[in-house]
Nanobody
Framework: QVQLVESGGGLVQAGGSLRLSCAASGRTFSSYTMAWFRQAPGKEREFVASINWSGSYTNYADSVKGRATISSDNAKNTVYLQMNNLKPEDTAVYYC?????????????????WGQGTQVTVSS
């Protein structure tokens, strides 16, 4: 059993910053990947960033490169997404996901566990 709970979303002006958190509970895995996806109304779920269990490998969508940083704190079983210079197009519900033995980190189907999401709204 794995549960993921996101927090940290909210309303921010363009150019501002937010740090999203994803707290994980449940059993651990020998190898896993944590990721952030986002979904705006009427659009498909979009990959944002991922990080492997050791933090040695990260991956970012082109749309957020240079503006987003994913990190993890294994002691707290938490993954973070720091987003800077936010743009209105970043507005979406952001979801945390966890998958085991992930080889395609940008693919939603790689992840078996998902949080309920946290809303990020960027005003212009």
């Amino acid at each position: 059993q794995v549960q993921l709970v996101e927090s940290g979303g909210g309303l921010v002006q363009a150019g501002g910053s937010l740090r999203l958190s994803c707290a994980a509970s449940g059993r651990t895995f020998s190898s896993y990947t944590m990721a952030w996806f986002r979904q705006a109304p009427g659009k498909e779920r979009e990959f944002v960033a991922s990080i492997n269990w050791s933090g040695s490998y990260t991956n970012y969508a082109d749309s957020v490169k240079g503006r987003a940083t994913i990190s993890s704190d294994n002691a707290k079983n938490t993954v973070y997404l720091q987003m800077n210079n936010l743009k209105p197009e970043d507005t979406a519900v952001y979801y945390c996901a966890k998958g085991v033995f992930v080889v395609r980190p940008s693919t939603p189907q790689s992840y078996a566990y998902w949080g309920q999401g946290t809303q990020v709204t960027v005003s212009s």
